[in-house]
């Protein structure tokens, strides 16, 4: 047992939930102006591809993740603009993104690299390791806060940030107004689309940055299909954290956690099909104690548009 549970496996969960986390709040800020964003497992594998195709034009690591970034602000465009202007159903264009997304980065990847199945080049930097000064040498906080790349951070800050946004600024009321009722919201001035598209766009940024984190952060590869539905358990995640965003970071790290724990039982002699399901069946059971149908409703709401 002690094997199991120790100050790595918490550091490992960390590194792990990460890009959970910033797919989460993305879906999270569409949720809260009254989209149901289904792409973000498209989203997530795009930025993860543009990453590494970043990495491999430019040779430099940051120019690659915001190579990552605009790639993906694209696709965001393209779901508000079929969404939101065109009134198109979320959900089918967002499963259409997926697909979309899975069909065309195997097929660049092989246009452009030349593999089937992955990429990898061991001359490729990934993304640093911070070692936080003073932290670091402090006994067991340092190991797991010290030594993670700087989305994993990020993604953290960016939850607090998020957080204050949403409940302290007029910028958060506005975007909680537009996803509650947008004819009234449009009545008293409020432009709807505008605050739909920026929500999208920026939920397309977070994406990339999710990416990025699994293909330059966790690994400096990239494989078919590589977010292998990370995207929906972040999608899960946004709903269990009810769109806030310190409750999505909080049902992130359950999700992360169990994550941490099918790996590490890989090396306890188990089956590999076994552990692999788990942070799968972990879904699926917080989806059955799920008991808020607004959500729902909300999806249903939007998906009839």
Same mark, same amino acid.
């Given at each position: 047992?002690?094997?199991?549970?120790?100050?790595?496996?918490?550091?490992?969960?960390?590194?792990?939930?990460?890009?959970?986390?910033?797919?989460?709040?993305?879906?999270?800020?569409?949720?809260?102006?009254?989209?149901?964003?289904? /792409?973000?497992?498209?989203?997530? +594998?795009?930025? *993860? &591809?543009?990453?590494?195709?970043?990495?491999?034009?430019?040779?430099?690591?940051?120019? #690659?993740? +915001?190579?990552?970034?605009?790639?993906?602000?694209?696709?965001?465009?393209? &779901?508000?603009?079929?969404?939101? %202007?065109?009134?198109?159903?979320?959900?089918?264009?967002?499963?259409?993104?997926?697909? +979309?997304?899975? =069909?065309?980065?195997?097929?660049?990847?092989? $246009?452009? &690299?030349?593999?089937?199945?992955?990429?990898?080049?061991?001359?490729?930097?990934?993304?640093?390791?911070? %070692?936080?000064?003073?932290?670091?040498?402090?006994?067991?906080?340092?190991?797991?806060?010290?030594? %993670?790349?700087?989305?994993?951070?990020? *993604?953290?800050?960016?939850?607090?940030?998020?957080?204050?946004?949403?409940?302290?600024?007029?910028?958060?009321?506005?975007?909680?107004? @537009? =996803?509650?009722?947008?004819?009234?919201?449009?009545?008293?001035?409020?432009?709807?689309?505008?605050?739909?598209?920026?929500?999208?766009?920026?939920?397309?940024?977070?994406? /990339?940055?999710?990416?990025?984190?699994?293909?330059? =952060?966790?690994?400096?590869?990239?494989?078919?299909?590589?977010?292998?539905?990370?995207?929906?358990? /972040?999608?899960?995640? #946004?709903?269990?954290?009810?769109?806030?965003?310190?409750?999505?970071? /909080?049902?992130?790290?359950?999700?992360?956690?169990?994550?941490?724990?099918?790996?590490?039982?890989? =090396?306890? *002699?188990?089956?590999?099909?076994?552990?692999?399901?788990?942070?799968? @069946?972990?879904?699926?059971? $917080?989806? &059955?104690?799920?008991?808020?149908?607004?959500? +729902?409703?909300?999806?249903?709401?939007?998906?009839?548009?």
């Amino acid at each position: 047992m002690e094997t199991l549970f120790d100050i790595n496996l918490l550091s490992s969960t960390l590194r792990i939930v990460a890009p959970l986390l910033l797919a989460a709040l993305g879906g999270a800020l569409c949720a809260r102006v009254g989209l149901f964003n289904v /792409a973000l497992e498209g989203m997530m +594998l795009i930025g *993860a &591809f543009c990453a590494i195709l970043g990495n491999y034009l430019f040779g430099n690591v940051l120019v #690659a993740v +915001l190579f990552s970034c605009l790639c993906v602000g694209v696709v965001a465009l393209l &779901f508000a603009y079929l969404s939101v %202007h065109l009134q198109a159903n979320a959900i089918i264009v967002g499963i259409a993104i997926n697909f +979309l997304a899975l =069909g065309l980065t195997a097929f660049a990847l092989f $246009v452009i &690299f030349g593999n089937k199945g992955q990429y990898y080049d061991p001359n490729m930097k990934g993304l640093p390791v911070w %070692h936080i000064p003073v932290v670091k040498d402090i006994p067991v906080l340092g190991d797991l806060l010290s030594g %993670h790349s700087p989305l994993v951070y990020l *993604a953290f800050l960016l939850a607090i940030a998020l957080q204050y946004v949403v409940y302290r600024t007029v910028l958060g009321f506005r975007l909680t107004a @537009v =996803g509650e009722n947008p004819s009234a919201a449009g009545s008293l001035g409020l432009r709807v689309k505008r605050y739909q598209y920026g929500a999208v766009l920026a939920s397309g940024v977070l994406c /990339a940055l999710a990416g990025a984190q699994l293909s330059l =952060g966790q690994v400096t590869l990239f494989a078919e299909n590589m977010t292998s539905g990370r995207g929906f358990i /972040a999608l899960v995640a #946004a709903m269990l954290g009810q769109n806030n965003p310190l409750g999505v970071a /909080a049902s992130s790290l359950l999700f992360g956690f169990t994550d941490a724990i099918s790996i590490r039982l890989q =090396g306890l *002699a188990l089956p590999t099909h076994f552990t692999m399901m788990l942070p799968y @069946v972990m879904t699926i059971i $917080v989806m &059955f104690l799920f008991k808020d149908k607004a959500y +729902l409703r909300q999806s249903g709401r939007i998906g009839g548009q």
